[in-house]
């Protein structure tokens, strides 16, 4: 237990802190080298509004913007306030949404985005694993064949294409399903199970999208995967002993095969933080993406920081969580 502590645990908790620290130190000096200043640009918005406003009240909304927004001071002096800040779960007021705080748009769709790519990403990774071993395995079966030859076509098709053409069949010509955003405008949210289904018949066709395009990519991967297993010795034993096809493919074949799908898996999880931006701006869909589209549609400098600082800690902790639990499925980690 001590030796794994040392020379597994700790290396990788170390790795996890130094990732976020340097994700965290990135995106506090890169917004600092663009030319557009967010304080002045405040101040000019007022001013092209038509307000009159005096001088001293310029000068004085000035330094309260940049106090605000962890301006004043030294680079070193908003280094560690901007620590401080991040610390405390303060990531400042939205510029667009003035002034509510970036924490409470975030909080708000992040409940969006998790409820339409959690359920896509899960879907779409086991019925493409599982179809994908099938196919590699069972070369000749023509149904499988077809199902290889559909997840090629579909695979390099851009996301916002397919998105794009259910929304024109099935809310456009064939009108099922709704045509845009999570709910009718003026609808009251609340736990019921009529809000629920209201959700629910608006998450369909963007589930859908993500699902088929996402099946494809795994389905493709893991006939990749489960071709070359096949030709390995305790396969090719297992065969000559006589043992049923399904129990090879099962027990020897998939579980071999499933540990860089694993991965890729807990990647694609990490990356939930970030949002489906082009599938949710299509549909109009009020997660990540949108939010994503908007702050940078209107130069939002406190709420992409807060985007970037959510996505780089969920994507460092999708990896540290996967670091963990790595050894539960692969032997050769649990041996060293």
């Not at 990356?271 to 931006?277: H, Q, T, V």
Request: proline share 7%; hydrophobic share 50%; aromatic share 12%.
């Amino acid at each position: 237990m001590r030796k794994f502590v040392l020379n597994y645990l700790v290396p990788r908790i170390a790795q996890y802190i130094l990732v976020i620290f340097l994700g965290v130190t990135l995106t506090f000096i890169i917004p600092r080298l663009s030319p557009n200043d967010p304080v002045e640009r405040q101040v000019s918005q007022m001013m092209m509004s038509g307000s009159h406003v005096s001088p001293e009240a310029i000068i004085a909304m000035r330094e309260a913007l940049t106090e605000m927004y962890g301006l004043s001071g030294s680079v070193w002096e908003q280094y560690l306030a901007f620590w401080g800040r991040l610390l405390r779960g303060d990531l400042g007021p939205s510029l667009s949404s003035f002034p509510t705080p970036v924490i409470q748009l975030l909080a708000t769709a992040m409940p969006w985005t998790f409820g339409l790519l959690i359920p896509a990403i899960l879907i779409s990774w086991v019925v493409g694993n599982i179809l994908g071993a099938v196919a590699g395995y069972y070369e000749n079966n023509r149904a499988i064949q077809v199902v290889d030859i559909l997840s090629q076509a579909v695979r390099p098709i851009p996301y916002y294409i397919v998105a794009l053409v259910m929304l024109a069949v099935f809310a456009y010509w064939i009108p099922i399903f709704p045509f845009s955003g999570a709910y009718p405008p003026g609808t009251r949210v609340e736990f019921s199970w009529n809000f629920a289904w209201i959700v629910l018949r608006h998450s369909i066709l963007p589930l859908l999208s993500l699902i088929l395009l996402g099946i494809g990519g795994w389905f493709v991967g893991m006939k990749s995967l489960t071709s070359n297993i096949i030709s390995e010795d305790y396969v090719v034993y297992a065969e000559v002993t006589g043992l049923p096809k399904k129990r090879i493919l099962s027990q020897y074949i998939i579980p071999n095969a499933m540990l860089p799908q694993i991965t890729g898996l807990a990647l694609q999880l990490g990356l939930i933080f970030s949002g489906a931006l082009i599938m949710e701006v299509v549909f109009g869909y009020p997660g990540m993406g949108t939010l994503t589209f908007q702050a940078v549609m209107a130069n939002d400098y406190t709420l992409i920081m807060g985007i970037t600082l959510l996505s780089i800690i969920g994507v460092a902790t999708a990896v540290l969580i996967l670091d963990l639990i790595y050894p539960l499925f692969d032997p050769r980690v649990r041996h060293q």
